[in-house]
């Protein structure tokens, strides 16, 4: 951590030539479980991880805004007067974009001085570890910060997705910014999508010895392409179908009645939100009551659910799952969206290097391309670095 601020720091002073104002912060973030819930008004259960996004700001005396990162070979510019979801492209509509959005939501952007900010990251880009909240978060606490705003946590959650899918254009929801922005150590953050209410849990890994490996398929994935918007469609003609104005209003003793009311797929996209759901409720009272070994089976239903039911897997998730799930990890799902990306293994450390072994012995034999195997632990969200 204090290697990329030294970075940081240092980067800031190459390219403007000043000491920065401070430098701030936020983390990528993992889902534990609920997937394909957040749009559906449901739970989700997301942690922020041990990866960051650090920037280093400091204010100008004019209205101008700079922004540069180790990511990108170039110095955005643009007058704060011009800010505007239609004048920001590329990388630099993720911090920019919060600085308009923060205009939307209460700053003055007429009576706020410009500013210049670096980027260091070592939140892996596209990997579902959501690298982008971890920019949007540390430039919005930053800004509430030099602007004096006094915007709260879930403010600024919310003003950063309004910049993912404003500027950016990524119909994005609010959990990724949410654990970003409100993660602690060894803990998950409970979030209710439809009132936003937001629980910390802990999660009580590392007093168990526990990890999550990530095992990215490398497989890339598209939220443009058909599948995931043919599921959110799904969803949609379902409560639809059913009465109910999201799928949040449909528990699993109402399961029989829309099995009667649907046909067979509409029937399992809907089985999937609602036992997911439920799933996420299940992990949150058994990781009070019993502890963080005991969540494996829900895990695994996870898995199976959307690959039968949802049908977003794809063979290599199926695979990093089922070889988790014989080499000692307690519980294994795929992660994300779907139709590629990671899945997820809850492990114990002892146990690592062997499921490691047998990851990567597992897809040499299918012909399938070397996943990528890194460890996350949960751990504090987006915070002022000095
Ligand atoms: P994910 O959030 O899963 O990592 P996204 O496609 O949502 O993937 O966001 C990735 C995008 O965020 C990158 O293509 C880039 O535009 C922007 N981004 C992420 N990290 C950085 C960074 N350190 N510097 C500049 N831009 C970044
Ligand atoms: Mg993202």
Redesign the pocket.
């Known amino acids: 951590m204090s290697d990329i601020r030294d970075e940081v720091r240092a980067g800031f002073n190459t390219l403007y030539g000043y000491e920065p104002a401070g430098m701030w912060s936020a983390p990528?973030r993992v889902n534990l479980i609920g997937e394909h819930t957040d749009y559906n008004k449901g739970f989700v259960l997301p942690f922020a991880i041990n990866r960051r996004?650090v920037i280093a700001l400091g204010l100008r005396e004019d209205r101008v805004a700079r922004v540069a990162?180790?990511?990108?070979d170039e110095v955005v510019e643009i007058d704060l007067a011009e800010l505007s979801p239609e004048h920001l492209h590329?990388?630099a509509?993720?911090p920019l974009g919060v600085a308009w959005a923060l205009g939307e939501r209460g700053a003055d952007l007429a009576a706020v001085p410009g500013f210049d900010i670096f980027?260091?990251?070592d939140?892996?880009?596209?990997?579902?570890?959501?690298?982008?909240?971890?920019?949007e978060s540390a430039v919005a606490i930053a800004l509430n910060d030099v602007w004096c705003l006094r915007l709260d946590r879930p403010t600024l959650a919310s003003i950063g997705q309004l910049a993912?899918n404003e500027a950016v254009g990524?119909p994005?929801g609010i959990m990724?910014q949410s654990a970003s922005l409100l993660g602690q150590k060894d803990s998950a953050v409970f979030l209710d999508c439809r009132s936003l209410d937001s629980e910390i849990i802990d999660l009580g890994f590392d007093a168990a010895g526990l990890v999550l490996l990530i095992m990215d398929t490398g497989v890339s994935h598209s939220h443009a392409t058909g599948g995931y918007a043919e599921r959110r469609a799904s969803c949609e003609l379902g409560a639809r179908m059913l009465g109910v104005e999201s799928l949040r209003d449909v528990t699993v003793d109402d399961l029989p009645r829309a099995r009667e009311t649907l046909d067979d797929v509409t029937f399992r996209r809907v089985r999937h939100v609602v036992t997911e759901n439920q799933r996420v409720l299940d992990t949150v009272r058994t990781l009070r009551e019993s502890g963080p070994t005991a969540i494996g089976d829900l895990l695994d239903a996870s898995h199976l659910s959307m690959r039968n039911d949802f049908e977003i897997s794809i063979a290599e998730l199926d695979l990093a799952v089922e070889t988790a799930q014989a080499n000692g990890a307690i519980g294994a799902r795929m992660t994300g969206g779907g139709f590629g990306g990671a899945a997820i293994a809850l492990i114990h450390r002892d146990d690592l290097s062997r499921l490691q072994v047998a990851i990567d012995g597992a897809f040499a034999e299918h012909g399938f391309g070397q996943p990528d195997t890194f460890v996350v632990v949960p751990a504090q969200g987006a915070s002022r670095e000095s």
């Open positions: 990528g996004t990162s180790s990511f990108a590329g990388w509509a993720y980027i260091e990251s939140v892996p880009v596209g990997a579902g570890l959501s690298s982008s909240a971890a920019i993912e990524a994005t990724d």
